[in-house]
């Protein structure tokens, strides 16, 4: 059933008008007609089965409420150095299928792409659309959302219940259960941020800067990841611990 | 350091000729000179530093082996539904960097795309120089190669200790311990299987006949994953079991 996501607060048993981009796809794309069925998650993330009562005037129905268990139960964050190429937005939607909440891009001392002032709105413009276009293909309630910051300076104004690095030399060390260890101290609800280089690395100083601020580096196993998988990792190791593991 | 791999048996001190893939990046691309240091992993998968000795003869000599950590300690297959476009070459690279051993494309009932007789040589000869590329750059011991077959039938002339298919119906369903328990059963130098529909999914007559044979289906967690995330996200939960937890 196609998942379409909605600024309404919506109950049961309620019509409502669809939106320009819901009808364009549901309607004009995939030739909907009265009776056809949806799914919609209204602005508490609160998730409907709807139908389409009068397509010409693209007007639908909620009918039963779904209460569905897709979201990760701890709130994640993921800080991505800026990297090369296209690879954010591979990022941003590989991530949210894999339950992120919220992807901060951040130039960093030794990040080799960067992001024009007057080309940032305009790029995460385009990584918000693939965030929630990937939300509505991996039927999720929640739309992660997609912000740049200037410097790793600018992260330390955010508070987090956990704070981590993906940091290569804890895992060239041999280093492999610090995250377990944070894993195990996490409970449900709970924030977790983590942050990953670019290709280039973080460097010693931000690193310093971050331990400082109660940051704690980890590996992500024993082989060397890049930039763009590195997050996937960690994501896909956060759901085996809380979505899999913990029930 | 960079990583590289050869055909020959090698032992510390060993004086040896480079090949011509290693001099023209090692010393074309990166001109590197007499001295210079490098890893190489020998035919028995043994690590070694090396150096330079005589740019011009192409000759190196070996210094000492390395006894690193850094494959799985479980022998991992995935098998993929043929994807669409370019996501084989995605998934061969980040299932490289993520621990996998062999990785086997699959025709399906339900596949899109299709690999023409005449096409499959050259496009397995593609992929397997990605993996050599991928598993130089996350300095692996081992390169993963690339197999092609026709139909999920010739998949059961291959025998390993646990059989997996990941399927969405599973997670739809709430399963998610499926996989844990798979995992609790394993043991180190196990092989371990697992297949991945395309993008239309797998046929219920695939289904029937892989589980006739052993296999056992499973979810990956509640959110539904793209057929080029869900090997990426099993990888990472191997490797969070078995690099991360079980130590």
Request: charged share 25%; glycine share 4%.
């Amino acid at each position: 059933m196609q998942h379409y996501f909605t600024n309404l607060k919506l109950s049961e048993n309620e019509e409502f008008i669809i939106s320009d981009d819901i009808a364009h796809h549901f309607l004009s794309v995939l030739r909907s007609k009265n009776g056809d069925k949806f799914e919609i998650v209204d602005q508490n993330h609160n998730l409907f089965v709807a139908e389409i009562t009068n397509s010409d005037d693209k007007l639908a129905k909620t009918l039963k409420q779904r209460h569905n268990e897709v979201e990760l139960p701890v709130d994640v964050t993921i800080v991505c150095g800026l990297p090369k190429k296209e690879k954010s937005e591979m990022i941003v939607q590989k991530a949210t299928e894999l339950g992120v909440n919220h992807i901060i891009f951040v130039s960093t001392d030794w990040s080799i792409a960067q992001w024009k002032n007057n080309k940032v709105d305009r790029k995460l413009n385009r990584l918000n659309k693939i965030t929630r276009s990937a939300a509505e293909q991996s039927h999720r309630n929640r739309i992660p959302y997609v912000s740049y910051i200037n410097s790793i300076s600018e992260l330390l104004n955010n508070n987090f219940d956990h704070k981590l690095i993906a940091y290569e030399e804890s895992a060239k060390k041999g280093e492999h259960s610090d995250l377990i260890k944070s894993f195990k101290n996490t409970n449900e609800k709970d924030s977790v941020v983590c942050l990953f280089g670019p290709e280039g690395g973080i460097s010693p100083a931000e690193v310093n800067k971050l331990v400082d601020n109660g940051y704690v580096t980890c590996g992500l196993g024993p082989r060397i990841l890049r930039t763009e998988t590195a997050p996937l990792y960690f994501l896909s190791s956060i759901s085996t611990w809380f979505d899999l593991l913990k029930v």
